[in-house]
């Protein structure tokens, strides 16, 4: 296979029902046994980062990418069997259905893996899935082959065949267009009608006397129960679609032993629940049109405040057409909403009475929102902050930034398939805690031990762990106890920053951390030069931003951990001696407030400043510099 000709360009594949939790570095560890890998990325969704459970992987042979595809299909990862298909970068192979075949009526048992092997050997499938909700399979799936022919020699052979002791249909695939246009089509020439509401004493004879007189019926049917009492609705099938629609209008809404009959055209229930949801839907919408700018919503209300006082208070700004304060067990939730007769009412009623103070309490009064507005507005929000702290310099900023995959530098690789892995942000394993609420001294503070695998001696890997990345002109300070440690197959190797007094002069300080840009000596040239690429040439998932929304989703014994991870090392610059003690005690507060901590830079250095000042950490200081003072006591006798 050429990886240039037009079937599959970049030997890349996509790699579909992927758990939550997958991340790049697991699908590299399972598949770069197959071959040197270029690219991998998980895709994620923009406001959240979770995964969307399907991903991408970029092979640099194709005979590679096909082993992988050959071995790897359907195998378990985190207990779900992944689905691997060739990348189509044109959806128009997709979206034409050419070599597309629909199976219905599938026994519970089949897989993806089953439905592969009893397909294949009709010709080469491009895609194969069993379609599963969280009950499990729904009966039926896909199997889009390469080319035509092999999708008509499938459905000759298996259309009308037993699998598992079930009869299965198998058909060329119908786009929903097609599929709409057909039951349009039926529904116009009915003949089965649906008869509901006509209790318990309806049987199959009473029920043909009633409908007989519009025509010939081919069957009639009450439905039971396993008593055998009538669950009070049936179906009548009429031979002529005039004599049904003639059923419909004369029976539908007519009373019969005081209950009112419906009749109406029998409908599928995925038939039914779409046309209903398509109406709530509708209604839905001429409701949001309905209320658009005159309806307000008002919080911050006192308690004492009811139905009629809230009406009273926006009386003169215009025709209230509805007030309405929001109630649980009989007491006020605090908000509520005023709908006027016109928008200008609504606008002037906001002008006035936001921020005016009624019973003790300002109010705030804004224009009523749906959920899915407010929410899209927060998200947008979110992601305006998130681009201006990202395009902010400084070290603390740097460690907000989110990668979006993990490359891998085109390379040779030895027989042991082992991969040398650039810079760049790297999947952290999470420390043990260093803060602690004893008044007992932390450790020096070691930051997050990255895993590496290397198949290059430790010190020329540790050359180039700034290399694949621009210079950049700022070069932040760090403590001299600041330590990176660094774990490289098998050793461990222990990079120490030297005091400034020990470095000879012109030299610079470098703060070795997965998202600072490190400046190279001059004169020294690396020994490994990473491809010319818009990103680098490593880039491994890291830490997501921290927020509160991430903070939710998180377990809460995990909460803490997550903000402390964040905390220790910027009191660790400021403190050093006290940043255990430090974090434990600020870990006491709200999440709120440790979030905003986190991102003001002052405001956490003006806490930590009052927090050094209290009575146990000024021992613990003075116990540390008794042994020094004594030092000197005796130096001077």
Known sequence: MNASGPGYPLASLYVGDLHPDVTEAMLYEKFSPAGPIMSIRVCRDVATRRSLGYAYINFQQ????????????????????IRIMWSQRDPGLRKSGVGNI?????DDSIDNKALYDTFSAFGNILSCKVVCDENGSRGYGFVHFETHEAATRAIET?????????????????????????????????TNVYIKNFGDDMDDDRLRELFSKFGKTLSVKVMM???????????????????????????????????????????????RQSELKRKFEQMKQERVNRYQGVNLYV???????????????????????????MTEGGRSKGFGFVCFS????????????????????????????????????????????????????????????????????????????????????????????????????????????????????PRRLLSNISTTRQASTQ??????????????????????????????????????????????????????????????????????????SLLAAAPPQEQKQMIGERLYPLIHVMHPSLAGKITGMLLEIDNSELLLLLESPDSLRSKTVGL????????????????HHALGIMAMQ
């Open 612 to 627: 050094r000042a209290s009575p146990e950490n000024v021992a613990v200081e003075e116990q540390e510099q008794e042994p």
């Open 158 to 190: 298996m259309n009308g065949m037993l699998l598992n002791d079930r009869k299965v249909f198998v058909g060329h695939f119908k786009s929903r267009k097609e599929r709409e246009a057909e039951v349009g089509a039926r529904a116009i020439e009915f």
């Open 62 to 81: 194709p005979v590679d990418a096909e082993r992988a595809l050959d071995t790897m299909n359907f195998e378990v990862i985190k207990g779900r069997p």
């Open 475 to 548: 070069v932040p300070r760090v403590p001299p106890q600041a330590q990176r440690v660094a774990n490289i197959g098998t050793q461990t190797v222990s990079t120490r920053v030297p005091s400034s007094s020990a470095l000879p002069r012109g030299a610079q300080q470098y703060k070795y951390s997965s998202s600072a840009r490190n400046m190279q000596p001059m004169g020294h040239m690396p020994p490994m030069v990473a491809p010319q690429m818009g990103e680098p040439a490593v880039h491994i998932q890291g830490q997501e931003p921290l927020t509160a």
């Open 299 to 325: 919080k911050n209300l006192d308690d004492g405040i009811d139905d009629e006082r809230l009406r009273k208070e926006f009386s003169p700004y215009g025709t209230i057409t509805s007030a309405k304060v």
């Open 225 to 271: 129960d396993s008593s055998g009492r009538s669950k009070g609705f049936g179906f009548v099938n009429f031979e002529k679609h005039e004599e049904a629609q003639k059923a419909v209008a004369d029976m539908n809404g007519k009373e019969i032993n005081g209950r009112v009959l419906y009749v109406g055209r029998a409908q599928k229930r995925l038939e």
């Open 102 to 106: 629909f199976i219905k009526n599938l």
């Open 342 to 457: 016109s928008p200008e009412e609504a606008t002037k009623a906001v002008t006035e009475m936001n921020g005016r103070i009624v019973s003790t309490k300002p109010l705030y009064v804004a224009l009523a929102q749906r959920k899915e507005e407010r929410k899209a507005i927060l998200t947008n929000q979110y992601m305006q902050r998130l681009a201006t702290m990202r395009a902010l310099p400084g070290p603390i900023l740097g460690s907000f930034q989110t990668p979006t995959g993990y490359f891998l530098p085109p390379m040779p690789q030895p027989q042991t398939r082992a991969a040398f892995y650039g810079p760049s942000p790297v999947v952290p394993v999470r420390p043990a805690t260093r803060w602690s609420a004893q008044p007992s001294r932390p450790p020096l503070y070691p930051e997050a031990t990255p895993i590496l695998r290397a198949a290059v001696p």
